[in-house]
């Protein structure tokens, strides 16, 4: 007997993935705003170099601290640097500050927490107490301890950073690795004779990805906060990089005397930057899980 | 557990831990803002005795308010109508007499000057006090040692009121530095009731309290935060002053600084950027007062032991790369003295700070690089260092150079190095490339040079400087000037100045200015060697 | 009740123990040698090694971790190089400082956010729902001493609605007798009005900054919590049964909604106790933060180390007084306890 059944044909997940995307972008247009903000800002930050008006570094103390005009849109800083070529060129450090931030943390964090989750026992509990012990520091002052001790490089500020935000992936990948150790899947392909890492990075670390992904934005805004609230105090990049935060900590005193333009065009692409990686954080929620959403 | 028994035991909890910290404030009545000024700074003390451990210069300040010294300095009037101390004429403060013999000065004691609690100031607190000064090891101990005081067998107290000095060797800067900050004279019997074994000369007592026959006395200090001063009325050192309370409040932020002497909430404040300075004084609402430093140039230092600023073609590339204008429109905005750009044939003259006959030209600049076979530049960037604690100043200069380096082919790295880590930075002598402030208290070209070019191993000697021609001429000097002979003195003096631009181990950017910033009803700023607030000669209108 | 407690405080302690590990190591690394401050501006290398081997920092790290180990047991938190005094004084100072500038600001953001998530929790993707999140969102993507410096700009400079930002006090007031540190709860009991409301205009400026920062978690976790509530049978109940929609609304799903929202505030108040740093050095503000901040920067380490304990101290008990808050509030958490 055949099995005369019409059987709908398969959609492959990705083109799934992006059905279900496009009905969500469709039915929020403050997330579909927060994407095209974040491909401007990339775009800013891989072609900007080359396009800006005039080189970041280049002083010039014939035209220090010059309003917003023609020749210089965002106006002239103390030494007499654009802003505007200042502003955009930053785009590039602080994005990849907070993309290495990240990528570094997914992989501690993210890599441990499903370690503990799936293997539990003592991997469980030396985790559970380094997490623990980050936490009980406020988290700021750690990270400026952390750069203060070891030097003021980005390197460092991203180190910084992914220490700081360790507890947080940890323990979400802990609890998705723990509710899918028993799954059906992991049994199948334990039954197949897959070694344990195997299982680890082939089944587990793939599902628990997504739900990371949502973490991992709002982690990027975090990190660009970070870095400029470092520089605030010091402990930032080094001069003459330009950098939003520590172009932010410079302009401050120039605001007391009326010129606004050195730390309000800095401090306004923070915000805009950061701002666009929360509400990015907030849609790929809806995208990845919607019953979260808050 | 029932929430009605939880808030009973809660209340209990509370009661029990309450915080029984003792009161920071006094109960004194708050006075009118008339007899009340109002400074304003970026740090405050953190020690009230300059004898203290680690003293850092706002505690200097307090200490030259609240202390005596023997003899002070005579003001003379600069061109600009500021009054400036006089170096060269002393004044009674302490003492009412100075009589300087061969080997040895004798100063008579006031008869009525009491201390703060009332206590008589006798020769023996005198002895006491420089006695400390030479023990107590660090700064105090340097700064003695400065105009050779070094030994307590060379003070003796001859009577009650009469107190001598004896001099090791003769030296032109002994007396001079009696009357600096450090030798002041503290109450003897009031801190050795509070010395211990571990602690013989009582400076953790010291440290919270003034105990001196000053004008002023230090009534609540919360450190960090604010500092009140209120006058001694039974002070004997001078005329009394006309300011009954100072109130010093630290005020890390200087954006908020200018705003709270613009709003007229401040009266004084000597902490801000150049910029802020330059502006106000056009805005016309506060009077500002600049003053060149007394012995004091700002200048990049190289390491002349190591390459690549081992050969002096090198030192010479940097001395015609660095943008000197630049850095005085954009950095100072014109508040300080140019250190560069003499003409070609103007002599060397016998006075310092005066300025070196490098200008800024690249092209010169490449040539003479190319001459010490660096023609293609250094590619492997230098560490290029400033100090943290004056960033306002140093960051700008050194981005400026570092730009210009940068066109002629030297490749640097800015590294910024945090206050406190400074001084061992400078005296580990291993940084290649920096910048730095040095000025002197004592303002003689061959005090300055003695301590900044001199092979000694000073600390000051940040380039590592060796040569034995410089140390002959300081030395030289030195003795020349305790001889009284004038014409070896200028010779040596005008020979050091031009080996100092011959070999150029450190070069002179300018002499910096020290700004202050005043309500216009303020008057009496005076301008002082250690260019802190002298709140005795200040008026409120 | 007790043993909850104990049980919790229990758990912390091994947190505190890495915390002493970590912050005693963190700042050992530091740049900066407090031998050659203490030892002064011209002090030969001899010098050096004199005031090294007195301050105890020849010895090897261990001992050196003993010795601090003793003397934290004793309460001696060392003292500080850039203002000299013992630490332990300085932050039982400052302490409160910061604790009535961040309590003052979380309830600038309750006041604020509370209202706002219950508000969208009840008009589900509106135009409200919308502003709400934007509006949160962009108060935490602010960097908390811009925020700062734009309200002192507009408020004090510009408009001079607000008073200097000079500290906790204007000059000419003095502070009220200490019974809890706290300026507005001091001069309420010393029956001082005039004291109490220039203390209070000090605090505006940097509790709306602080504030605005912590808008949006507690923003999104009410109406997230709310949103959960609202759905739920009981509620559905509620209607049904003809209540009016205040009673709804606040009555029975707020207090019900109340637990999450409770330990939002509860990371939310420790992560203002980080932001408090950049925010006190803005306002010049005499509190830990402040004080932590020049030190580090000093290459004090006695005062981070000071600092860092305490703020984990502070945590562990904040954490223990949500659980039994917790315990209060929901009888089902404490039966299962």
């Known amino acids: 007997m055949t099995d005369t059944t019409a059987v709908a044909p398969r959609q492959s997940p990705l083109a799934s993935l992006l059905r279900h995307s496009r009905h969500v972008l469709a039915e929020n247009p403050v997330t579909s705003f927060a994407f095209a903000l974040f491909l401007l800002i990339l775009l800013a930050a891989l072609f900007g170099p080359q396009m800006v008006p005039y080189d970041p570094l280049a002083s010039n103390t014939a035209q220090t601290l010059k309003p917003p005009n023609a020749q210089h849109w965002f106006g002239t800083d103390q030494l007499g640097r654009d802003v505007f070529s200042r502003v955009t060129v930053a785009t590039r450090l602080d994005f990849f500050i907070a993309v290495a931030s990240v990528a570094l943390v997914f992989l501690m964090g993210g ?58 992936y940890a323990r979400i990948a802990r609890t998705e690795a723990n509710v899918r150790r028993e799954a059906g899947f992991v049994e199948a392909a334990r039954l197949s004779g897959n070694a344990n890492w195997r299982i680890l990075i082939g089944q587990i670390l793939p599902n628990v990805f997504p739900i990371l992904v949502v973490q991992m934005s709002l982690t990027m805004g975090y990190a660009i906060l970070n870095a400029a609230g470092l520089s605030f105090i010091g402990l930032g990049v080094r001069p003459p990089t330009p950098e939003w935060g520590i172009m932010v900590a410079e302009g401050a005193a120039f605001m007391v005397s009326g010129q606004w333009w050195n730390a309000f065009f800095p401090g306004a692409a923070l915000m805009i930057t950061v701002f666009c990686f929360n509400l990015l954080g907030d849609g790929l929620r809806d995208i990845v899980d919607p019953r979260r959403r808050t | 557990m029932k929430r009605r028994e939880f808030l009973k035991s809660a209340t209990a909890l509370t ?3 309450s915080l029984s910290a003792p009161a920071i404030w006094s109960r004194a009545k708050a006075q009118s803002r008339q007899e009340t000024l109002l400074i304003v700074s970026e740090s405050g003390p953190n020690n009230l005795d300059i004898h203290g451990v680690g003293t850092n210069v706002p505690g200097y300040e307090v200490s030259w308010n609240c202390y005596d010294r023997l003899i002070s300095h005579e003001m003379k009037t600069l061109p600009h109508g500021t009054p400036y101390y006089d170096k060269s004429k002393f004044k009674p403060e302490l003492a ?6 061969d080997m040895s000065v004798t100063f008579k004691l006031k008869k009525d000057a009491i201390f703060q609690d009332g206590t008589p100031v006798t020769a023996n607190d005198v002895k006491w006090s420089f ?40 030296d032109r800067l002994t007396v001079p530095d009696l009357a600096v900050i450090v030798p002041c004279v503290l109450n003897s019997q009031l801190v050795k009731k509070h010395a211990t074994e571990q602690d013989p000369w009582g400076l953790e007592y010291t440290k919270l309290n003034t105990v001196g026959s000053g004008a002023f006395k230090v009534t609540n200090w919360t450190a960090g935060s604010q500092a009140v001063l209120e006058r001694n009325d039974n002070w004997k050192g001078g005329p009394l002053p006309k300011i009954k309370r100072v109130i010093w409040r630290m005020v890390p932020d200087a954006g908020n600084r200018r705003a709270l002497l613009e709003r007229g909430d401040a009266d004084v404040s000597y902490d801000l950027p150049n910029k802020d300075f330059a502006e106000l004084r056009s805005g016309g609402k506060l009077t500002i007062v600049s003053t060149p430093y007394s012995n004091g140039i700002q200048y990049i230092g190289m390491n002349v032991q190591h390459p690549p600023f081992d050969n002096v073609k090198v030192r010479y590339a940097v001395a015609y790369a660095i943008p000197y204008q630049k850095i005085m429109d954009a950095v100072l905005y014109g508040l300080a003295e140019p250190m560069f750009g003499a003409p070609a044939n103007k002599p060397i003259e016998v006075a310092w700070p005066q300025p070196h006959k490098f200008y800024t030209d690249l092209a010169k600049s490449k040539q003479l690089l190319g001459e010490a076979g660096y023609g293609n530049g250094i590619q492997e960037p230098i560490q290029f260092s400033f100090d943290l604690g004056f960033a306002g100043v140093n960051e700008p200069i050194c981005v400026l150079v570092q730009e210009s380096l940068a066109q002629i082919g030297i490749q640097t790295m800015i590294n910024k190095v945090p206050g406190a880590n400074w001084r061992t930075e400078l005296t580990k002598k291993t940084m290649p490339l920096f910048t730095n402030v040095f000025s002197g208290w004592l303002d003689y070209p061959e005090y300055f040079f003695y301590w900044c070019y001199h092979s000694g191993k000073s600390i000051f000697n940040t380039m590592d400087y060796q040569s034995s021609a410089i140390d002959g001429f300081i030395d030289g000097a030195r003795a020349a000037a305790a001889n009284g002979d004038a014409a070896a003195y200028d010779m040596d003096v005008k020979g050091f100045v031009d080996l100092a631009f011959t070999d150029v181990p450190r070069i002179p950017l300018y002499q910096p200015y020290v700004n202050v910033a005043m309500q216009k009803n303020i008057s009496g700023y005076q301008y002082w060697f250690h260019r802190r607030l002298d709140y005795r000669s200040f008026e409120k209108a | 009740m007790m043993t909850l407690i104990i049980k919790r405080a229990a758990m912390a302690i091994p947190s505190l123990i890495g915390v002493v590990v ?73 302490l409160p400082a910061s604790a009535e500038l961040t309590l003052l600001g979380l309830l600038v953001s309750i006041a604020i956010a509370v209202p706002l998530g219950i508000i969208a929790a009840t008009r589900p993707n509106s135009l409200l729902d919308h502003t709400c999140r934007i509006v949160s969102t962009a108060g935490v993507s602010l960097p908390v001493f811009f925020t700062g410096l734009i309200l002192i700009y507009f408020f004090y400079y510009w408009l001079g609605w607000a008073p200097a930002p000079l500290g906790r006090l204007d000059v000419f007031y003095l502070a009220p007798p200490q019974v809890t540190g706290f300026y507005l709860i001091d001069s309420l009991i010393a029956g001082d009005p005039q004291t109490f409301a220039a203390a209070l205009k000090q605090l505006v400026l940097p509790a709306l900054t602080l504030g605005v920062f912590s808008l949006a978690p507690i923003a999104r976790m009410t109406r997230a919590s709310m949103l959960a509530v609202l759905s739920s049978d009981f509620i559905r109940t509620a209607r049904a049964n003809g209540l009016s929609n205040w009673t709804v609304v606040i009555t029975y799903a707020f207090r019900n909604a109340m637990l999450p929202v409770i330990t939002t505030l509860g990371m939310v108040f420790s992560f203002l106790l980080g932001a408090n740093v950049l925010v006190e050095k803005v306002f010049a503000w005499p509190g830990i933060g402040s004080y932590a901040v020049e030190a580090l920067l000093a290459s004090d380490f006695a005062p981070v180390q000071g600092f860092v304990l305490t703020m984990a101290a502070m945590y562990v008990i904040l954490n223990l007084v949500i659980d039994v808050l917790y315990g209060l509030i929901d009888p089902r958490v404490r039966l299962e306890a």
């Open chain 2, 96 to 101: 009412e007499d100075m009589s300087i013999g």
């Open chain 2, 15 to 17: 009661a029990a831990s």
């Open chain 3, 22 to 94: 970590v912050t005693f190591l963190l700042t050992r690394l530091l740049p900066g040698d407090p031998a050659a401050y203490f030892a002064g501006p011209a002090a030969t290398p001899q010098a050096i090694q004199e005031v090294r081997v007195k301050l105890g920092l020849d010895k090897p790290l261990i001992q050196q971790f003993s010795h601090y180990v003793v003397d934290l047991a004793h309460g001696n938190f060392g003292t500080s190089l850039t203002t000299g005094q013992p630490v332990v004084t300085e932050l039982r100072t400052r």
């Open chain 1, 111 to 168: 890599l441990a927490g499903v370690a503990a989750g799936f293997f539990g026992g003592w991997i469980d509990r030396v985790v559970g107490r380094i997490a623990d012990t980050i936490m009980a520091f406020p988290l700021f002052v750690l990270a400026m301890g952390i750069v203060a001790a070891l030097g003021n490089t980005v390197q460092n500020i991203v180190l910084a950073t992914a220490i700081v935000n360790f507890p947080l």
């Open chain 2, 131 to 170: 006695d400390r000064a030479v023990t107590v090891g660090g700064f105090p101990t340097f700064q003695m040692s400065a105009g050779s005081l070094t030994k307590p067998e060379q003070f003796v107290v001859v009577d009650e009121h009469t107190f001598r000095v004896d001099f090791a060797k003769k």
